[in-house]
């Protein structure tokens, strides 16, 4: 039975300490928060805490604050042999500033509160200064996961930026394409065909040979017509990513 403690309840700590809570292998024993009002829920399942100095004893403590409060939290997680993680994928193990045990507990997923996560299929990754360390980790997302790597911090600040890539900025595009159909009275739902085809089509082909439209067919008419329909800011994006493709495929504006 790995004992846990949870600090911080954003997205990430909420749907994790959720699904800790059902594992059968996990003793979720305390859960820390700046506010007590927000972790108010869990006291009938488990400890609750706003004080840091006050943290009963596990085996490894999961910090899952905001990336610019790490530092400051893990300089007072100073447990001797004890693990302390975050989940950041953008800052490196080296930063948290603890004697304790260090490692990274990296889910690669988008959270939100309010939409369930299905753990099973999501990349654990993960890392630590030594082998006991990180076959522990790996037990905990064992528990968790089918999905298991070790990524150290160099790749894992890369794999954040590909992250950011393929969710945040698609994700912005399908936030613009909701607003041209707004703007049209076109139902958005007309869309969800085509983005769920584009998803699953990258399952069996590399985004290279998947890639269509008209930017890729040199289909200049096609784009200018676009282009005029668009605010500036849209052109702007549109224009951006249409030069992108062109230079992929070896072609010129």
């Not at 899952?64 to 989940?87: P, R, Y």
């Amino acid at each position: 039975m790995i004992k846990i403690s949870i600090i911080g309840v954003g997205n990430v700590g909420y749907h994790l300490t959720a699904i800790l809570l059902k594992s059968k292998n996990i003793e979720l024993i305390e859960v820390y928060n700046r506010t007590i009002d927000k972790i108010q829920y869990l006291k009938n399942v488990t400890s609750i805490t706003t004080n840091l100095n006050q943290l009963k004893e596990a085996d490894i403590y999961i910090i899952c604050v905001a990336d610019d409060a790490i530092v400051e939290v893990s300089e007072k997680l100073n447990f001797n042999n004890k693990l302390v993680v975050h989940t950041s994928g953008s800052v490196a193990m080296e930063e948290l500033k603890c004697n304790a045990n260090k490692g990274v507990f990296y889910l690669l997923q988008s959270f939100s509160k309010d939409k369930k996560i299905d753990f099973s299929n999501i990349p654990i990754c993960i890392e630590a200064t030594s082998k006991a360390d990180l076959e522990l980790l790996k037990n905990l997302a064992k528990t968790i996961s089918k999905n298991c790597y070790k990524i150290n911090s160099e790749q894992r600040k890369n794999l954040h930026v590909a992250a950011v890539f393929v969710n945040n900025f698609v994700n912005h595009l399908y936030f613009i394409g909701n607003q041209i159909c707004k703007d049209n009275n076109i139902p958005f739902e007309i869309l969800h065909p085509i983005i769920k085809e584009t998803a699953l089509k990258i399952e069996t082909l590399s985004p290279f040979d998947a890639q269509t439209g008209p930017a890729k067919r040199n289909d200049s008419k096609t784009l200018k017509k676009h282009e005029a329909m668009l605010t500036k800011n849209q052109k702007e994006i549109y224009k951006l990513l249409t030069q992108s493709i062109y230079n992929t495929y070896g072609k010129k504006l």
